[in-house]
Nanobody, 120 residues
Framework: QVQLVESGGGLVQPGGSLRLSCATT????????MGWYHQAPGKQREMVAL???????NYRDSVKDRFAISRDDAKKTVYLQMNNLTPEDTGVYFC??????????????WGQGIQVTVSS
């Protein structure tokens, strides 16, 4: 079964940058949708970046022009570049993808979540 493995989180000072990675495992044909979600401490999970298969992107207003979602189709990996980080960006980040499997079916898969802490 397809699963996602997230990496790249950690502790960073305000104004710093991180790049989160979300690698797929298992056999997939292609990624047709990708997204990143943020869950702040004690808060609900919220979308921060989405990209459907047409190549367009959609960002939460608070991260627009600071974050960038992308993917490497050869590596079957999704990325979130995070720049000019603030303490409000602290929390757990979850990758979400829609993938086409060899059967022809599309599956929605969530990553395990990875911690990002922005603090001096």
């Amino acid at each position: 079964q397809v699963q996602l493995v997230e990496s790249g989180g950690g502790l960073v000072q305000p104004g710093g940058s991180l790049r989160l990675s979300c690698a797929t495992t298992g056999d997939i044909i292609r990624i047709v949708h990708m997204g990143w979600y943020h869950q702040a401490p004690g808060k609900q999970r919220e979308m921060v970046a989405l990209s459907p298969n047409d190549g367009s992107t959609n960002y939460r207003d608070s991260v627009k022009d600071r974050f960038a979602i992308s993917r490497d189709d050869a590596k079957k990996t999704v990325y979130l570049q995070m720049n000019n980080l603030t303490p409000e960006d602290t929390g757990v980040y979850f990758c979400n993808v829609h993938v086409v499997e060899p059967t022809g079916w599309t599956r929605t898969v969530w990553g395990q979540g990875i911690q990002v802490t922005v603090s001096s």
